[in-house]
Nanobody, 124 residues
Framework: QVRLVESGGGLAQAGDSLRLSCAAS????????VGWFRQAPGKEREFVAA????????YYLDSVKGRFSISRDNAKTTVYLQMNSLKLEDTAVYYC?????????????????WGQGTQVTVSS
């Protein structure tokens, strides 16, 4: 069973960049599709981005396209979410999730493994 650990969150100003990392302990992410989700206070968990196992296919929430980029470094069993041109509305707790085989990348219920989350706060 893989355990996911997110890092890289913090406080940023609008327009800044942050890079989130999702690392696996007790296993490897090489054989998992990985998704990033976020949850703002009082809102449901929202899909942000996902990448398939070999890294060839990537999916994004429309509002982050062109600003966020998901990638994976299989050698280091880490998946990254590069977030550029941050906006106030990007403020949320960001979670990574993993699933060996998945077809609906945007559905939280289809992921079995979750990290504890990392807070991203964007200020003006």
């Amino acid at each position: 069973q893989v355990r996911l650990v997110e890092s890289g969150g913090g406080l940023a100003q609008a327009g800044d960049s942050l890079r989130l990392s999702c690392a696996a302990s007790g296993g490897t992410l090489r054989t998992y599709a990985v998704g990033w989700f976020r949850q703002a206070p009082g809102k449901e968990r929202e899909f942000v981005a996902a990448i398939n196992r070999n890294g060839e296919n990537r999916y994004y929430l429309d509002s982050v396209k062109g600003r966020f980029s998901i990638s994976r470094d299989n050698a280091k069993t880490t998946v990254y979410l590069q977030m550029n041109s941050l906006k106030l509305e990007d403020t949320a707790v960001y979670y990574c999730a993993a699933q060996p085989t998945i077809t609906q990348f945007a559905l939280p219920r289809d992921y079995s493994y979750w990290g504890q989350g990392t807070q991203v706060t964007v200020s003006s």
